[in-house]
């Protein structure tokens, strides 16, 4: 089926000396799969590699056989250009690891707009604005919602939150879980939006440390998570 779409890439890998595998989440599908043939062997052809950076948003017109193998993408274009997300450092850094987050956690070929619109406007709220030191903690914390375990904060705020279980605990358990301070940073970011994120204020080591429960909170929640790599260079970058 020819379906024409918005899509945000999530990930490119070179396959054979001229090709390209694209992972890609589409508005009209969720998560899809092209392999581009002989893109980075021609010059003269419609589709660009360059398209096909971290979060880039596009809009394609695809062959969908939706059999769980790899489409076909017949024509690409740009719907928003960034300023600075590929340019500076640690934006860049950010879109990597963000990136190879959605890309570990979003396995099905299924519709869900309201996931799709919030990475778009939340890419374009990261490319637009300067005080992003809290933007992918707050970020992982929200599309916890469409996957089905953000935090339980219907029931009040203790003084331990279970990771395990998502939900605030008055006595410590057994399962991985916050407290302290780091529970309080936790609690800052639930509640907000991107343009309160920079009140929350943290040094690089309790941002760092709340980053790796909050990856630890995927780890626990979805089948199958795999640990981002690209988290070591975030961290680098932000020191």
């Given at each position: 089926?020819?379906?024409?779409?918005?899509?945000?890439?999530?990930?490119?890998?070179?396959?054979?000396?001229?090709?390209?595998?694209?992972?890609?989440?589409?508005?009209?599908?969720?998560?899809?799969?092209?392999?581009?043939?002989?893109?980075?062997?021609?010059?003269?052809?419609?589709?660009?590699?360059?398209?096909?950076?971290?979060?880039?948003?596009l809009e394609i017109v695809a062959i969908h056989r939706n059999k769980g193998?790899?489409?076909?993408?017949?024509?690409?274009?740009?719907?928003?250009?960034?300023?600075?997300?590929?340019?500076?450092?640690?934006?860049?850094?950010?879109?990597?690891?963000?990136?190879?987050?959605?890309?570990?956690?979003?396995?099905?070929?299924?519709?869900?707009?309201?996931?799709?619109?919030?990475?778009?406007?939340?890419?374009?709220?990261?490319?637009?604005?300067?005080?992003?030191?809290?933007?992918?903690?707050?970020?992982?914390?929200?599309?916890?919602?469409?996957?089905g375990f953000y935090p339980e904060i219907t029931t009040g705020r203790s003084?331990?939150?279970?990771?395990?279980?998502?939900?605030?605990?008055?006595?410590?358990?057994?399962?991985?879980?916050?407290?302290?301070?780091?529970?309080?940073?936790?609690?800052?970011?639930?509640?907000?939006?991107?343009?309160?994120?920079?009140?929350?204020?943290?040094?690089?080591?309790?941002?760092?440390?709340?980053?790796?429960?909050i990856v630890l909170y995927f780890e626990l929640h979805l089948h199958g998570?795999?640990?981002?790599?690209?988290?070591?260079?975030?961290?680098?970058?932000?020191?």
């Open positions: 089926m020819r379906v024409t779409t918005r899509a945000i890439v999530l990930s490119s890998l070179k396959y054979g000396d001229t090709s390209v595998i694209v992972k890609a989440f589409t508005e009209s599908d969720g998560l899809k799969t092209y392999l581009l043939k002989g893109i980075m062997g021609s010059r003269k052809g419609k589709l660009k590699v360059a398209y096909f950076q971290p979060l880039m948003q193998t790899m489409e076909r993408l017949q024509e690409v274009k740009s719907i928003y250009a960034y300023q600075t997300l590929h340019t500076n450092v640690t934006k860049n850094a950010v879109a990597f690891f963000l990136s190879e987050m959605l890309g570990n956690s979003i396995y099905e070929e299924e519709k869900n707009e309201g996931l799709f619109s919030f990475l778009e406007a939340a890419f374009q709220w990261l490319d637009t604005h300067d005080q992003i030191a809290n933007f992918h903690l707050y970020f992982l914390l929200e599309i916890t919602k469409y996957f003084a331990y939150f279970d990771l395990q279980d998502g939900r605030f605990i008055p006595r410590p358990g057994l399962n991985p879980m916050l407290t302290g301070d780091e529970l309080d940073h936790f609690t800052a970011l639930l509640g907000i939006n991107f343009d309160a994120i920079h009140t929350i204020r943290m040094g690089k080591e309790e941002r760092q440390a709340l980053l790796q429960k998570f795999r640990k981002p790599r690209s988290l070591a260079v975030l961290n680098e970058v932000f020191n």
